[in-house]
């Protein structure tokens, strides 16, 4: 089956630094990519979605400017999280969609991050 | 906009017995895709099962089994012979087309040896 690989599994970084997550499709293309938070015991919570070589679309309420999206390859999207702090702390998940597949996700493992 | 309805928090069964997790939906549409996710402790999500609403014929994997009512909008997952790894929360989701998966609120599955 399709992989995903999400890189690091968990990052602690001191507040006010910014941490990058990489989501990596491995063996297939994908042209969309959608970014996930979530809070312990709830449920996935969608941050943005991102298609390859253009502008991420953010969801109500989530700031693009703090959760910085890059989508430069079919392969490879990035979530930078600038200026964290303890409230960003969070479990960041990504799915990668199938090209010409489109009810096929395949998710990553997940990253945690512990913002101090 | 389309809703997913997950009205137990937490379930449990003995190992062995049959289990059924309940998701209802909301969606104007008639052509989506249904999803139940498990989430383990690990917190890798991991498709269970899916269904394609335009298919009368309900899914099934292995000990999985869904009942799907498209009039009635209820998509339940039936997990028989339950093992000690079928332990996770488990996510009902919908999605049509190339559109965002949206997710239920969980269901915490506890089995019980």
């Known amino acids: 089956g399709a992989v995903v690989s999400q890189h690091p599994s968990w990052v602690i970084c001191k507040s006010g630094t910014s941490v990058k997550i990489e989501c990596r499709s491995l063996?297939?293309?994908?042209?969309?990519m959608f970014w996930y938070r979530q809070f312990p015991k709830q449920s996935l919570m969608l941050m943005a979605t991102s298609n390859e070589g253009s502008k991420a679309t953010y969801e109500q309420g989530v700031e693009k400017d703090k959760f910085l999206i890059n989508h430069a390859s079919l392969t490879l999207s990035t979530l930078t999280v600038t200026s964290a702090h303890p409230e960003d702390s969070s479990f960041y998940i990504c799915?990668?969609?199938?090209?010409?597949?489109?009810?096929?996700?395949?998710f990553g493992s997940g990253t945690q991050l512990s913002v101090l | 906009a389309q809703t997913v309805t997950q009205s137990q928090p937490e379930m449990s069964v003995q190992e062995a017995e049959t289990v059924t997790l309940s998701c209802t939906y909301d969606?104007?549409?008639?052509?989506?895709?249904l999803f139940w996710y498990k989430q383990p402790p690990s917190r890798q999500m991991i498709l269970v099962i899916r269904?394609?609403?335009?298919?009368?014929q309900n899914a099934t994997e292995n000990r999985f089994s869904v009942n799907f009512q498209k009039a009635a909008k209820s998509f339940s997952l039936k997990i028989s012979d339950s093992q000690l790894g079928d332990a996770a929360m488990y996510f009902c989701a919908y999605k049509r087309g190339a559109q965002k998966l949206v997710f239920g609120q969980g269901t915490r599955l506890t089995i019980n040896p």
């Open positions: 269904q394609e609403a335009y298919k009368q």
């Open positions: 969606t104007s549409e008639s052509d989506y895709y």
């Open positions: 799915s990668a969609r199938v090209v010409r597949i489109n009810e096929k996700l395949f």
């Open positions: 063996d297939f293309q994908a042209t969309t």
